[in-house]
């Protein structure tokens, strides 16, 4: 059977070839879309593609990873622009029938040197798979929601290398980050973890909050060693309103 990281290659090269047969790889009777600037099922995904494909996209893989029903990517696009993206599919049987993702703009390199989308690629530590997505679902719950970064180090090491365009490496710089207000409240607020994906060493936690009182979803790639996180990667999204969304199903 085809793996379920090459279904998602398949399908999201259609972004770069405008191939409407990528979009088979989907299941369109049952297809949920999450996008909510993308209607519904193949047929959505195809036009899409092929609007997207006029302006000569490239689309890169830098990280791919499996977890049971469930395939998810870390991506560049070059859309005459950079863009740094997560893509997750649920998949039944070979073929998508969920997709959510978050997008932003590339930036950087942030203030100690680092890209949206360099450092570690390898995938180790298969047998610690479910030890590290419990660490990333407390860390999420006990210190990024409450906001009780006093317990920042029981999850994040010290010498955190940061991926993150506007955040240096090191805890501080991050509890610093976490800490920032804007106006009567957080400049960055986390309200909601809808879901954790993992496979060995990374984790990505897929959230919902605030970013400059915005309605924002975050996206964050963790690495962890022998227990902590020791590296972040994220996309930052601002999540259109309502009465522009093209689907019914909700960003998350």
Same mark, same amino acid.
């Given at each position: 059977?085809?793996?379920?990281?090459?279904?998602?290659?398949?399908?999201?090269?259609?972004?770069?070839?405008?191939?409407?047969?990528?979009?088979?790889?989907?299941?369109?009777?049952?297809?949920?879309?999450?996008?909510?600037?993308?209607?519904?099922?193949?047929?959505?995904?195809?036009?899409?593609?092929?609007?997207?494909?006029?302006?000569?996209?490239?689309?890169?893989?830098? &990280?791919?990873?499996?977890?049971?029903?469930?395939?998810?990517?870390?991506?560049?696009?070059?859309?005459?622009?950079?863009?740094?993206?997560?893509?997750?599919? &649920?998949?039944?049987?070979?073929?998508?029938?969920?997709?959510?993702?978050?997008?932003?703009?590339?930036?950087?390199?942030?203030?100690?040197?680092?890209?949206?989308?360099?450092?570690?690629?390898?995938?180790?530590?298969?047998? &610690?798979?479910?030890?590290?997505?419990?660490?990333?679902?407390?860390?999420?719950?006990?210190?990024?929601?409450?906001?009780?970064?006093?317990?920042?180090?029981?999850?994040?090491?010290?010498?955190?290398?940061?991926?993150?365009?506007?955040?240096?490496?090191?805890?501080?710089?991050?509890?610093?980050?976490?800490?920032?207000?804007?106006?009567?409240?957080?400049?960055?607020?986390?309200?909601?973890?809808?879901?954790?994906?993992?496979?060995?060493?990374?984790?990505?936690?897929?959230?919902?909050?605030?970013?400059?009182?915005?309605?924002?979803?975050?996206?964050?790639?963790?690495?962890?060693?022998?227990?902590?996180?020791?590296?972040?990667?994220?996309?930052?999204?601002?999540?259109?309103?309502?009465?522009?969304?093209?689907?019914?199903?909700?960003?998350?």
């Amino acid at each position: 059977m085809t793996s379920k990281k090459t279904l998602l290659k398949t399908l999201l090269k259609g972004i770069e070839t405008g191939d409407p047969a990528s979009a088979a790889v989907v299941n369109e009777d049952k297809y949920i879309q999450h996008n909510p600037q993308t209607h519904e099922g193949s047929e959505g995904l195809a036009v899409l593609f092929a609007r997207l494909a006029k302006t000569n996209p490239k689309v890169t893989f830098v &990280r791919v990873f499996e977890d049971g029903d469930f395939a998810f990517a870390h991506n560049e696009y070059d859309f005459s622009s950079l863009r740094v993206a997560f893509e997750v599919f &649920r998949f039944e049987n070979g073929q998508a029938v969920e997709h959510w993702d978050n997008i932003q703009p590339m930036k950087g390199p942030n203030p100690s040197g680092r890209t949206m989308l360099g450092g570690m690629t390898d995938i180790t530590d298969t047998d &610690r798979t479910e030890d590290n997505r419990q660490t990333v679902r407390d860390y999420v719950d006990t210190v990024l929601i409450p906001r009780d970064f006093s317990r920042l180090q029981d999850f994040v090491d010290a010498d955190l290398i940061q991926h993150s365009p506007e955040i240096a490496d090191g805890i501080v710089p991050l509890r610093a980050a976490l800490e920032e207000p804007s106006g009567d409240g957080p400049r960055i607020g986390y309200t909601h973890l809808h879901r954790v994906l993992a496979e060995g060493n990374f984790v990505l936690a897929m959230c919902e909050g605030e970013k400059d009182r915005a309605h924002t979803s975050f996206y964050d790639l963790y690495r962890l060693q022998d227990g902590k996180i020791v590296e972040h990667w994220d996309t930052v999204e601002t999540i259109a309103p309502r009465s522009e969304w093209k689907n019914a199903n909700g960003k998350f």
